[in-house]
Structures are given as structure tokens and as C-alpha cells.
């Protein structure tokens, strides 16, 4: 297979805790990739790992063969490495367009604009001059993902991004999600939802305390054997 991003026997720390053990995946063009686990399982620190906002302590990070393990996060945002972060991290003060403005700074070139993720995001469109901290968790969460759109990425990391969100909220943002993933985006997308996780992914990698557990095609896995790799049963 042709990778985009391969991960090699990757090993994270943080301090003295092996939060990721040895993980080795590879993901290719394309593809959406579901990295599910329960908590502390070390899927955000994975993440984290690929887009360089975390160092790993061993193995290696290659996106499209080359070996990116040592790159900052934002050299790796010029490759084409986009991460959607836990919890949103937007700038509060700014409004919707700003916030999704400030990506542009170390962005790829490529052909997103902000009317072009109002276009995927709809809900956004009315929203544009609003401070990000009054609008609601759903809609903070599509300007996160706006942001992420904007650097032009080959490669889109999204972590949890359903987390503290109302049930519709929910769907809003996976229906907006399913427009990029029709157009052929490459996605490895931390869910805690199972069923949402395979509803959209292609494959799925199950962590146990850091290490992978599963990797398989998700058509050949029932959410039973997601369910007892996920608790680690034998
Ligand atoms: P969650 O669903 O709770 O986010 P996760 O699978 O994403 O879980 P991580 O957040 O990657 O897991 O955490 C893996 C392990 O690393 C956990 O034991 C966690 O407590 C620890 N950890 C994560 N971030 C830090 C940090 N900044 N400092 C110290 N330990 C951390």
C-alpha cells in the first residue's frame, strides 16, 4: 500500500508514563482511519504525536515516505498535516472569520477559503462576525474544523470531536463531516462512539494502554469484537 501517513513502532511519553507503546499504522489516501480505545488508551497523545505538538520518545512519523518525526508542528502544517484538538481550542475573543483566518498564517497552498467552509458549514454562514466564545459547542466545533480546513490539509486529524456536544449538535457536525469525507478526504478521526466510528470509517485501530490491539478493515469487524478489544477481553 501506498501510505500517506505511516507511523512506526512510535513510542510517547509523558514523563515517566509510556502513553504510547510501539504503535505502527499506516493510513493512505483517502482513507478514514477510526482510532478508538477507552480512556487514557493514548489516542490523543497519538494524535498529538503525528501533528507534532507532542515529541515521540521513539520510532518514526513518515508522511508520504518521508520521515517527519523530528519536524515542529507548524512545518508539518505546510506539509499537509491538519489537527482538529480535543476541547476546540479556539480564540475566544475572536469572531468566526478570524478565528478561521489565523490558520492561514502556516498554511499549505491550496484552495480553501473562508466562503468555502461556510459553504460545508452552513450553520456557520450567519455566524461570521460572532465571537467564537458565544456561539454554541456545535458550531465551535465546525469553526475548529473550518480552521483545520483552511491550511489545506492532505491529512485530517480530528479528536473527538462529537465530546460535550448535544445529540443533535452531533449529527449536524457529522452531516457537514460527511461532505468532506464524499469528496475523498483522508481522515483518522478519534470517536468515542463506535457506531458513529464505524458508520464512517474505512478501518478501524483499537488501543489498549498505548499499544494496538486492532487494526482491521471495518466492514470485516462487528461491534462486539470492537467492543471487547476496547475493554481488552480475551
Ligand atoms: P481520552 O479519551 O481520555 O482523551 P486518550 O485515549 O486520548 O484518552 P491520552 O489523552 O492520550 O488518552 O492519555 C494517555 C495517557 O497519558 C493517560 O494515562 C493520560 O493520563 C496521560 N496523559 C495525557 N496527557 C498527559 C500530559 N499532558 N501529562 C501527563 N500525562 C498525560
Redesign the pocket.
Known amino acids: 500500500m501506498n501510505a500517506l501517513l505511516s507511523v512506526e513502532e512510535l513510542d510517547v511519553h509523558?514523563?515517566l508514563?509510556h502513553?504510547?507503546r510501539s504503535v505502527s499504522l499506516a493510513v493512505a489516501e483517502g482513507e478514514r482511519l477510526a482510532l478508538v480505545?477507552?480512556?487514557?488508551?493514548?489516542?490523543?497523545?497519538?494524535?498529538?504525536s503525528v501533528a507534532g505538538a507532542k515529541q515521540a520518545t521513539h520510532g518514526n512519523v513518515r508522511l508520504d515516505g518521508e520521515v517527519i518525526t523530528a519536524l515542529p508542528a507548524h512545518r508539518r502544517v505546510r506539509l499537509g498535516i491538519a489537527l482538529v484538538p480535543?476541547g476546540r481550542k479556539l480564540f475566544p475573543d475572536l469572531t468566526v472569520e478570524e478565528n478561521l483566518l489565523v490558520a492561514t498564517r502556516h498554511r499549505r497552498a491550496g484552495p480553501w477559503t473562508v466562503d468555502g467552509v461556510l459553504d460545508v458549514f452552513p450553520m456557520l454562514r450567519k455566524l461570521r462576525s460572532r465571537r467564537a466564545s458565544t456561539l454554541s459547542g456545535g458550531e465551535q466545533q465546525a469553526t475548529a474544523i473550518g480552521r483545520a480546513l483552511m491550511t489545506n490539509p492532505r491529512l485530517l486529524l480530528l479528536?473527538?470531536v462529537s465530546l460535550g456536544l448535544a445529540p443533535l449538535a452531533v449529527d449536524a457536525v457529522y452531516e457537514c463531516l460527511a461532505t468532506l469525507l464524499a469528496e475523498g478526504a483522508t481522515v483518522v478521526l478519534?470517536e468515542?462512539d463506535l457506531t458513529r466510528a464505524l458508520q464512517v470509517a474505512d478501518r478501524v485501530v483499537c488501543?489498549l494502554e498505548?499499544r494496538v490491539v486492532l487494526d482491521a478493515p471495518a466492514a470485516d469487524v462487528s461491534r462486539e469484537q470492537v467492543t471487547e478489544a476496547y475493554f481488552g477481553l480475551p
Not at 38 to 48: E, Q
Open positions: 509523558h514523563g508514563l502513553a504510547v480505545g477507552a480512556n487514557g488508551a493514548g489516542k490523543t497523545t497519538l494524535l498529538r480535543e479528536d473527538e478519534v468515542q488501543l498505548g
